[in-house]
């Protein structure tokens, strides 16, 4: 039979949805959406670290338009885009129902970063990476959210390790045109322009739209020909510069954020700023009541019940801090509109608003700016409220600091064959298939309603059932999973060894073994998240490494932030014990660690390792990306995991308490980690049936599916902000 051929208009109209969709990260949680990317150029998808603006780009418009006289792609095509609709249209939301106000007045979300996807790295750390969950949420749930943050055109630093082991940074500027955001435009087709008041100076910005599904965040951007050099590069790096660049970034987010919303006609009910960056917005609102008749203190007042604060971080040193000086230079032109002494301006960011010694903090200007505060998982809430107790002048449990747990946006972290394997799951169980059946296997089945099945502790609470899922399946997923994470590894530490010394391909490509038992630790190398901990134990894990019966490696990445030498001198010692000593060969440092390689290693790692001093952990998320993939965590029993852990669906380290000593902690804790390796983690990997299956693990990585998967997702998370502080008031 043949296919007639799609007319001009038909295909005009594949191509503009193509580029419709490639210009909004939905694409980055639809497994059929990327496929299409990738089938379209399969070499591009790979070299252009999966950009489907960047394909499109990359395929000319005659070749796009050939593909797209293969009748097969372009129905591909056509349901893919028609999914798309579906959800940028769906009606029945779960906000529509128990949240339709915010709609018509949305949530105005502010943070210093967003971290979405690979394709757009202008994100440093888990705060982002929370930032950007919680909009990739907000849309499925149907919430009115926009977003607010700044574009880093050089974004964050690419990491490369050097002959010394030591870690150098790069920066590469980024092309909007070849990314996933829009220019926010006026009326007349051109850029919308803004102002705010930096020093004694008139700075200008544009801004940027990032389509999160239904909702939009927007990124200031101060790269205008109307400003001089050193206000252009206000924006050019994530957390760039000293304090003097940390202050006006800060403003341009606050006061800037707020006048570019107003500039749209955007009316939030709540303003929620994630992290004290942003509290600068407090003054602004506060302004703009003022200018309508209302005295400071009324304006203050007014102002406190629009705004909510989310506090991340769990030691003093970690607040933004600046002192009178830097203020009244950064401040001076935006203060003159608010017609208040400066000394009481001074005062809103004081624990005792008289002591003038005291320097201005972000933090407590939020804290007394906001309604509610909250921390990010139960003892973080703890923490703070002590932290803050002399804030408030009343007992710690007095303390007006809440807690709402942190969680991750579940198919957004989900690997592409994970999300094909639990669909077909899905989909065979609505079938009537049992566990084994594989009838069905080489078949997909539609479902519309797979995001929100996939979120539900119903469907979690079938995976504990051998009759839904067989333990052989679960066995063959992980080592699958465990064999691609290796490839990968492989791939990258060929290119890295390329680059400093002669390679031996042989021995790239025999590197790390796929049935050997693999320990992950990814993340930023701040010194209290204690990466090399467990080599204090060297000689008893040299030991381990030798019983071929029972293999292990370790596989590491992170980034320490350019000015922390001690997180640096972490990565030279790892990367020195994976090539000197007799833990070559059982481990490796994989560099430029970001969503990309967390991704691989959360997937296919069998333990997950997390060792914070605690309390230091405020929350922590990458332990909760493991759970769908079928990897344990390992970790000391803060921030999350303290909740989490119900002793059979992971692993802890030490008890529910920590020493006052830092050595002494470390100490306790290398132990604790050592024996909770040898007498829990390993027995358990290795002990198998006549089947070669590890039962118990299997057992374990049920019971983390059933209790961990649904509970810690940002699905869950948003719906406890809305209820609690969105639609509550």
Not at 177 to 198: H, Q
Not at 495 to 502: A, D, I, K, M
Not at 668 to 674: A, K, V
Request: proline letters at 5%; glycine letters at 6%.
């Amino acid at each position: 039979m043949t296919n007639t051929p799609l007319t001009p208009a038909e295909l005009n109209e594949l191509v503009a949805g193509l580029n419709r969709m490639a210009h909004n990260l939905w694409w980055t949680w639809d497994q059929e959406a990327q496929e299409v990317f990738q089938e379209l150029s399969p070499r591009s998808w790979q070299n252009l670290y999966h950009n489907a603006v960047a394909v499109l780009h990359e395929v000319s418009d005659y070749e796009l338009r050939v593909r797209l006289q293969d009748h097969d792609f372009a129905q591909r095509v056509r349901g893919v885009l028609k999914s798309f609709e579906d959800y940028l249209n769906d009606k029945e939301t779960w906000a529509h129902k128990h949240a339709p106000a915010l709609h018509k007045n949305p949530v105005a979300y502010f943070s210093a970063e967003f971290g979405f996807h690979e394709t757009l790295p202008i994100a440093a750390g888990g705060l982002g990476i929370l930032a950007g969950d919680h909009a990739k949420s907000a849309s499925d749930l149907g919430i009115g959210f926009a977003g607010i943050s700044l574009f880093y055109r050089e974004g964050y630093f690419q990491q490369a390790i050097n002959q010394d082991n030591w870690q150098t940074e790069y920066y590469t500027l980024l092309n909007p045109k070849n990314l996933p955001i829009e220019p926010v435009l006026n009326a007349k087709g051109e850029p919308l322009v803004c102002s705010v008041e930096i020093t004694m100076n008139e700075v200008f910005f544009q801004a940027w739209r990032v389509n999160v599904g239904r909702n939009p965040v927007y990124l200031l951007d101060t790269n205008r020909p109307e400003n001089p050099q050193h206000f252009r590069d206000l924006t050019l790096r994530v957390y760039g510069g000293d304090s003097t660049t940390r202050i006006m970034q800060e403003v341009l987010l606050g006061v800037g954020g707020v006048r570019l919303l107003r500039a749209l006609g955007v009316q939030p009910s709540t303003f929620h700023m994630n992290e004290g960056h942003a509290a600068f917005l407090t003054l602004e609102l506060a302004r703009e009541k003022m200018e309508k008749g209302k005295s400071f203190s009324e304006a203050m007042e007014a102002t406190k019940k629009e705004c909510i604060f989310t506090t991340h971080t769990p030691v003093e040193a970690g607040h933004d801090r600046f002192n009178q000086e830097l203020m009244d230079y950064a401040m001076h032109k935006f203060f003159s509109h608010l017609k208040v002494p400066f000394t009481e301006l001074m005062g809103l960011g004081r624990v005792n608003p008289n002591n003038s010694s005291e320097p201005f903090c972000m933090t407590v200007l939020a804290l007394k700016a906001s309604r509610a505060a909250n921390g990010v998982s139960e003892l973080h809430g703890e923490v703070s409220r002590h932290m803050w107790q002399s804030l408030y002048g009343v007992p710690t449990e007095k303390v007006p600091i809440g807690h709402i747990t942190n969680g991750i946006h579940l198919l957004g972290w989900m690997k592409g064959p994970v999300r094909r394997f639990w669909r077909r799951r899905l989909a065979l169980g609505k079938q009537g298939a049992t566990a084994g059946d594989t009838s069905l296997l080489m078949r997909d089945y539609p479902n519309p309603t797979w995001d929100k099945e996939i979120n539900s502790p119903e469907f979690w609470q079938r995976v504990g059932d051998p009759n839904f899922i067989s333990d052989e399946e679960i066995w063959a997923l992980r080592y699958k999973l465990r064999r691609e994470l290796i490839e990968f590894a492989r791939r990258r530490l060929l290119l890295q060894g390329q680059r400093n010394t002669s390679v031996d391909f042989i021995a790239f490509d025999q590197l790390l073994n796929p049935d050997a038992l693999t320990i992950g630790f990814a993340r930023r190398f701040a010194t209290y998240k204690r990466a090399p901990l467990i080599f204090q134990q060297f000689e008893n894990i040299v030991r381990l490494t030798r019983d071929r019966s029972r293999p292990i490696q370790f596989i590491f990445a992170g980034k320490a932030h350019p000015r922390d030498d001690d997180g640096k001198r972490y990565i030279q010692h790892i990367i020195h014990l994976s090539k000197y000593s007799d833990m070559q060969g059982h481990l490796v440092f994989i560099e430029n660690y970001d969503v990309h390689v967390a991704r691989q290693m959360v997937s296919g790692c069998d333990i997950w390792l997390n060792n914070p001093r605690r309390p230091l952990e405020a929350s922590g998320t990458s332990g909760m990306k493991a759970g769908c993939h079928g990897c344990l965590n390992l970790s000391i029993l803060d921030g999350w995991w303290r909740e989490g852990y119900d002793g059979t669906n992971g692993f802890a380290i030490g008890t529910d308490a920590h020493a006052d000593s830092v050595e002494e902690q470390d100490r306790i804790d290398s132990t604790n980690l050592f024996k909770a390796l040898t007498e829990d983690v390993i027995p358990t990997f290795f002990d198998r049936d006549a089947k070669g299956l590890p039962k118990r693990w299997i057992q374990m990585v049920r019971r983390a599916m059933v209790t961990l998967v649904p509970q810690f997702t940002t699905r869950r998370m948003v719906k406890e902000y809305t209820e609690k502080y969105y639609v509550t008031k």
